[in-house]
């Protein structure tokens, strides 16, 4: 699997970006995803994830009410949508496809196998 995030950028604070991650090399409909971030000095940490259908998805409580994860199987791309965005936010931005076949919004980075590249989200104050 490869997958390439996009969507990054500079934004001043309250405003809002959409980050996209499009994947390629297997069945997108079967792989739940996860969204991670890590900022300069920190340990990569667990945004959000959704499951291999989109019923379900799950947020940290840092971004719990601000950010939203959707799919479009039929386009092999998973979004997520930043609203009202916080300094706090400033990271590089991961995709990552899940290991396992159930998804319950796992937060270690450990069960997630395949990882895109990262885009960087700057919220300035």
């Known amino acids: 699997v490869q997958l390439q995030a996009s969507g990054g950028g500079l934004v001043q604070a309250g405003g809002s970006l959409r980050l996209s991650c499009a994947a390629s090399?297997?069945?997108?409909?079967?792989?739940?995803m996860g969204w991670f971030r890590q900022a300069p000095g920190k340990e990569r940490g667990f945004v959000g994830g959704?499951?291999?259908?989109?019923?379900?998805?799950y947020y940290a409580d840092s971004v719990k009410g601000r950010f939203t994860i959707s799919r479009d199987n039929a386009k092999n791309t998973v979004y997520l949508q930043m609203n009202n965005l916080k300094p706090e936010d400033t990271a590089v931005y991961y995709c990552?496809?899940?290991?396992?076949?159930?998804?319950?919004?796992?937060?270690?980075?450990?069960?997630?196998?395949?990882w895109g590249q990262g885009t960087l989200v700057t919220v300035s104050s």
């Open positions: 990552a496809t899940y290991i396992g076949l159930y998804y319950n919004g796992d937060t270690s980075k450990d069960v997630y196998n395949y």
């Open positions: 090399g297997r069945a997108f409909g079967n792989i739940a």
């Open positions: 959704i499951s291999r259908n989109g019923g379900r998805t």
